[in-house]
């Protein structure tokens, strides 16, 4: 029987840059697993370690930023890992940045792109993404009332 675990986060970066969302993407590495596709942030959560605190500090180990708001995205990510014949729940978080602040990628990545909703849709492998995505923009990106019911710092 498949173990449920729930030991990872997603973090969806995200700047408003004159009117317009743009989600950071970041390309992993050819040698990596899953090399040469573009991701979010996915990081381990550590022990005796919230899930919002690990999407705070995976997004400033992974690109170098602070996000100045976190959100939870209202989504869980889930999928099988075969490997492991394990069930993942992974909750999603959507981050702001703010400003153009130089991203500092770390060494599981080759490459990053600031991207506008559509183009982030088309990068993304995994139809769980892509609705996250969506969802961010919609309900968190664009700002506004609703938003602030899913801001957690």
Same mark, same amino acid.
């Given at each position: 029987m498949?173990?449920?675990?729930?030991?990872?986060v997603?973090?969806?970066?995200?700047r408003r840059?004159?009117?317009?969302?743009?989600f950071?993407?970041l390309?992993?590495?050819?040698?990596?697993?899953?090399g040469?596709?573009?991701q979010?942030?996915?990081?381990k959560?550590?022990?005796?370690?919230?899930?919002?605190?690990?999407?705070?500090?995976?997004?400033?180990?992974?690109?170098?930023?602070?996000?100045?708001?976190l959100?939870?995205?209202?989504?869980?990510?889930?999928?099988?890992?075969?490997a492991?014949?394990?069930?993942?729940?992974?909750?999603? @978080?959507? $981050? #702001? =940045?703010l400003?153009?602040g130089?991203?500092?990628i770390?060494?599981?990545?080759?490459?990053?792109a600031?991207?506008?909703?559509?183009?982030?849709?088309?990068?993304?492998?995994?139809?769980?993404q892509r609705w996250?995505?969506?969802h961010?923009?919609?309900v968190?990106?664009?700002?506004?009332?609703?938003?602030? @019911?899913? $801001? #957690? =710092?």
């Amino acid at each position: 029987m498949p173990r449920i675990v729930s030991d990872i986060v997603d973090v969806y970066v995200f700047r408003r840059v004159r009117s317009q969302v743009q989600f950071l993407l970041l390309r992993r590495r050819p040698e990596m697993v899953l090399g040469n596709t573009w991701q979010s942030i996915h990081g381990k959560i550590e022990p005796n370690e919230r899930a919002v605190e690990a999407a705070m500090r995976e997004v400033e180990e992974r690109t170098g930023f602070v996000p100045t708001q976190l959100y939870s995205a209202d989504y869980i990510n889930q999928f099988y890992d075969h490997a492991s014949d394990t069930i993942v729940l992974a909750p999603a @978080f959507a $981050a #702001l =940045i703010l400003g153009r602040g130089q991203v500092r990628i770390s060494n599981e990545y080759d490459d990053y792109a600031w991207c506008d909703l559509e183009e982030t849709v088309s990068r993304l492998p995994w139809s769980g993404q892509r609705w996250a995505v969506r969802h961010i923009y919609d309900v968190i990106a664009v700002g506004g009332e609703e938003a602030d @019911f899913y $801001a #957690l =710092i």
